[in-house]
């Protein structure tokens, strides 16, 4: 499956509501190149009470809700939609990432359609899913090491990677 028309749309309204968020987790790591799977996108943001507004802007304009499934104190907002099994996953904190303003310095821009998206450098993803220690993170760290490898080893070839976009 392209994930791209998806990734241009989520995009396309985080630029057009002017929410600053930053894709982590393993689809940020499979736009590196890594043989990575995943069924739901994960995103760094700040938790304003702006922010939750245009979050919640957001869900409304993809027909989906805006759920708290581990208690806010979590940081987690998922927005889901039942329909086709869509699942953002907006987290204000994640794993061995001291802020958003430092995690965005090493960021690349994607762009996708008409607009543009923060991704977040592999080694920062792996840096997170070693100090989050989750089974399932630690059964990727392998790929995405082997990854960042090639990808120091071969600066200059492009990393493989979903095509981004036309």
């Known amino acids: 499956m392209d994930a791209s028309p998806l990734l241009a749309r989520i995009a ?3 630029d057009r509501h002017s929410l600053e968020a ?3 987790g393993n ?3 499979a736009l590196a190149g890594a043989p990575v799977t995943t069924v739901d996108f994960d995103f760094l943001f700040r938790k304003t009470p702006v922010n939750l507004r245009k979050l919640k802007a957001i869900a409304a304009e993809l027909e989906a ?5 581990y208690y806010p104190v979590s940081g987690l907002y998922r927005i889901s939609r039942d329909a086709d099994g869509l699942q953002l996953d907006f987290l204000t ?4 990432i001291r802020s958003f303003e430092a995690l965005r310095s090493r960021t690349r821009v994607v762009q996708f359609g008409d607009a543009r998206l923060h991704v ?3 080694a920062d993803i792996i840096k997170s899913k070693k100090a989050a220690g989750r089974p399932s993170d630690v059964a990727a ?3 995405l090491e082997k990854t960042l490898a090639e990808i120091a ?11 981004k976009g036309k």
Not at 154 to 162: I, L, V, Y
């Open 12 to 14: 396309e309204l985080l």
């Open 22 to 24: 930053i894709l982590v």
């Open 27 to 29: 689809a940020a790591a």
């Open 65 to 69: 809700v805006i759920l708290t499934p």
């Open 93 to 96: 904190v994640i794993d061995g």
């Open 120 to 122: 977040a450098s592999l």
């Open 141 to 143: 760290l392998p790929a």
């Open 153 to 163: 080893h071969h600066p200059q070839s492009p990393p493989r990677r979903a095509q």
